[in-house]
């Protein structure tokens, strides 16, 4: 079982970046694949980004394709989404996930960290 805590959120204004991290304990990370969920007030949890246990592939939704960059540390068993030119649309509560199956974990991960806001004002 791995346990992941989120961190980095706040409130920015758009066209600005910020770094969320994701602190994975108990399992080696390195068993894993890691992605980004993210989930606006009054609608449903989508998918955001999502990288493979060693870094080697990533797939993004396309609302954040250019913008957004996932990456990964297992050394650190860490977890990074580094968002720039925020928009207002990009608001929401951003979960971080993890599954042993890479394609599991852009859907219905196993594992779900409590979530931070990210507010983007205009």
């Known amino acids: 079982q791995v346990h992941l805590a989120e961190s980095g959120g706040g409130l920015v204004q758009a066209g600005d970046s910020l770094r969320l991290s994701c602190a994975a304990s108990g399992r080696p990370t390195s068993e894993y694949a890691m992605g980004w969920f993210r989930q606006a007030l009054g609608k449903e949890r989508e998918f955001v980004a999502a990288?493979?246990?060693?870094?080697?592939?990533?797939y993004y939704a396309d609302s954040v394709k250019g913008r957004f960059t996932i990456s990964r540390d297992n050394a650190r068993s860490t977890l990074y989404l580094q968002m720039n030119s925020l928009k207002p649309e990009d608001t929401a509560v951003y979960y971080c996930?993890?599954?042993?199956?890479?394609?599991?974990?852009?859907?219905?991960?196993?594992?779900w960290g409590q979530g931070t806001q990210v507010t983007v004002s205009s």
């Open positions: 996930a993890a599954d042993r199956v890479d394609t599991l974990v852009r859907v219905t991960p196993m594992y």
């Open positions: 990288i493979t246990w060693n870094g080697g592939f990533t």
